[in-house]
């Protein structure tokens, strides 16, 4: 069993930067691959970014170039850093963890409770 605490999130004003983590418990961290999604009211839950147990990263298109995943398997911690924050990216963000390589698909095992980004314009 793996339990996943974001934290980070906030209200930011357009252009602004965030990082968001993600601390994992209760399992061997490093050999879970790790991605972060986000869901928007009345939408989708959409994957951002995966982050494989070697630490190879994987984007959806419509973040690449202002979005960076990354882990510190010493902390047990994924993070996300966002820049240039636009208020297409306002959604509540959630981290996800599975053995299974599932990349941007949210059919991962585990869940975290998720943090919310607010950006305004």
């Known amino acids: 069993q793996v339990q996943l605490v974001e934290s980070g999130g906030g209200s930011v004003q357009a252009g602004g930067s965030l990082r968001l983590s993600c601390l994992a418990s209760?399992?061997?961290?490093?050999?879970?691959?790790m991605a972060w999604f986000r869901q928007a009211p009345g939408k989708e839950r959409e994957g951002v970014a995966h982050v494989n147990s070697d630490g190879t990263p994987n984007y959806a298109d419509s973040v690449k170039g202002r979005f960076t995943i990354s882990r510190d398997n010493a902390k047990n911690t994924v993070y996300l850093q966002i820049n240039n924050l636009e208020p297409d990216d306002t959604a509540m963000y959630f981290c996800a963890a599975g053995r299974v390589n599932w990349q941007l698909l949210p059919r991962y095992n585990y869940w975290g409770q998720g943090t919310q980004v607010t950006v305004s314009s």
């Open positions: 209760g399992a061997t961290y490093g050999a879970y691959c």
